[in-house]
């Protein structure tokens, strides 16, 4: 099948750059991103390319060379889907709030949703093909919705798991370590892998692509991810052994690092890994461990979450050691809200937990990060409130003044006589008591 038309659902951190890539390499392809959010899409349509909504080194100088010449953004759904021989579906799956699974488990609701609406306005057979991280069998799950439609036109599923780092997806999408495609070994399924593989071949060698089956492409992704979560935590179980030690972490990691079994990647110290994949994907790992009856499996990835949870935790009691007792409203910045640098992401930043912990006990927390809104951190402290089970009127409320001062309201307040606050500020730094940068905690 010849490629002419491609349609990508989901705008967000995994669509747009990939899209942006692919227009830039495959100019003769015309790329059209869709997304039901209106106010995202007016976003990647934005003149001021400083406004896209998404922060990636490198991305908005190639939206500003392929927007609007073959890389489109819209709202028109069945306008993407019509017109696309092959479809991408990169739709968020968080963890599901309810039901069989809760807490564990991809929520697929967004999958389904995709699922029903190419199979409702499909006008041709079509490639589908999973972007977005989904557990093991769900192309199955997806065929089915497909071939349940009354066109009678057919559909191709196939998985091809994103491998992009966020702050880095742009350099990870020219030079990936490997592109893994999988499919049905059918005539019809090998015919759609090598659509697919045709259009990676552009930029990518041919020794960097993999095919396999839908379910191996499918699994790799979460055990790709589960890895490198592991080695985050490992390494930050034994920053808590050094410290009541004397043993320096720095030097223990690079001495294990040298090791070329072992390699040195992953082995920076930190206050826990964040982002939208790592604690989502393990949940999910775990999850399917314990359906098929993997108990012992499921206990061990489990433990990479509790020990990412007990560093967040340690490192915020850490820092409340550090406070004399006698300052009346000690005063904490956090340099960074986005779980990691070079991105504006900030879902499940570790910044999130440890600002919480400390503004339970009263201290004034300033925040600074250029690249992270004020409404981004409401809405993250929000998320984080729903999950604790806080009502509405126990979030905040806001206090206008030129600091743009929140309130945390006192009856969220564990202990302390002082209502705790946060400050969005450029002069975060000059104005603490004391501060935080990364994983290291300084007295002013």
């Known amino acids: 099948m010849k490629i002419t038309t491609i349609c990508c659902v989901g705008a967000g951190y995994v669509g747009g750059p990939t899209m942006a890539v692919i227009a830039q390499q495959c100019p003769e392809i015309k790329i059209i991103v869709v997304d039901h959010s209106a106010e995202r899409i007016a976003a990647w349509n ?51 709030t309810k039901g069989p699974g809760k807490g564990m488990a991809a929520d697929l609701t967004h999958v389904e949703a995709c699922a029903k609406k190419i199979a409702a306005v499909a006008n041709a057979p079509k490639i589908v093909i999973e972007k977005s991280t989904l557990p093991v069998r769900t192309a199955e799950k997806i065929k089915e919705v497909l071939e349940d439609n009354k066109s009678g036109f057919s559909f191709e599923v196939l998985s091809n798991p994103e491998f992009l780092a966020e702050g880095t997806a742009i350099a990870d999408l020219y030079k990936s370590d490997r592109v893994l495609i999988g499919g049905e070994d059918t005539p019809s399924g090998k015919a759609a892998v090598d659509a697919l593989v045709s259009i990676y071949n552009r930029w990518i060698p041919q020794d960097k692509i993999i095919k396999t089956n839908v379910w191996s492409s499918e699994l790799s992704k979460l055990a790709s991810n589960a890895m490198l979560a592991q080695r985050i935590s490992s390494i930050n ?14 030097e223990v990691a690079k001495a294990i690092g040298m090791d070329h079994r072992i390699g040195n990647k992953f082995l920076n110290v930190s206050v826990g890994f964040g982002g939208s994949c790592f604690q989502k994907d393990i949940l999910n790992l775990v999850y399917l461990c314990q359906t098929y009856g993997l108990y012992e499996v499921a206990n061990y990835w489990l433990q990479v979450i509790e020990i990412n949870n007990y560093q967040k935790n340690r490192f915020a009691h850490r820092i409340l050691s550090f406070i004399p007792e006698k300052i009346q409203h000690p005063t904490v910045a956090i340099l960074g809200w986005a779980f990691k640098k070079n991105t504006n992401d900030s879902r499940e930043s570790a910044a999130i937990y440890v600002t919480a912990a400390l503004l339970e006990k009263g201290i004034i927390v300033q925040v600074y990060d250029p690249m992270v809104t004020a409404a981004r951190m409401k809405m993250d402290f929000e998320l984080l409130f729903e999950a604790q089970k806080k009502t509405k009127d126990q979030v905040w409320e806001w206090v206008k003044s030129d600091m743009n001062t929140i309130i945390w309201p006192e009856k969220t307040l564990k202990s302390g006589p002082n209502k705790g606050q946060i400050r969005l500020c450029a002069e975060a730094y000059d104005m603490a008591d004391s501060y935080v940068i990364g994983s290291a905690y300084f007295k002013s």
């Open 46 to 96: 934005h003149p001021d390319l400083d406004q896209l909504p998404v922060y990636e080194p490198g991305l908005k100088e190639i939206v500003a060379a392929v927007r609007n010449k073959n890389l489109f953004f819209s709202t028109d759904i069945d306008y993407g889907i019509k017109a696309a021989e092959m479809i991408f579906m990169a739709v968020n799956t968080p963890t599901k």
């Open 237 to 250: 179980s034994l920053s808590a052994l050094c410290e009541k030690t004397g043993a320096s972490i720095e």
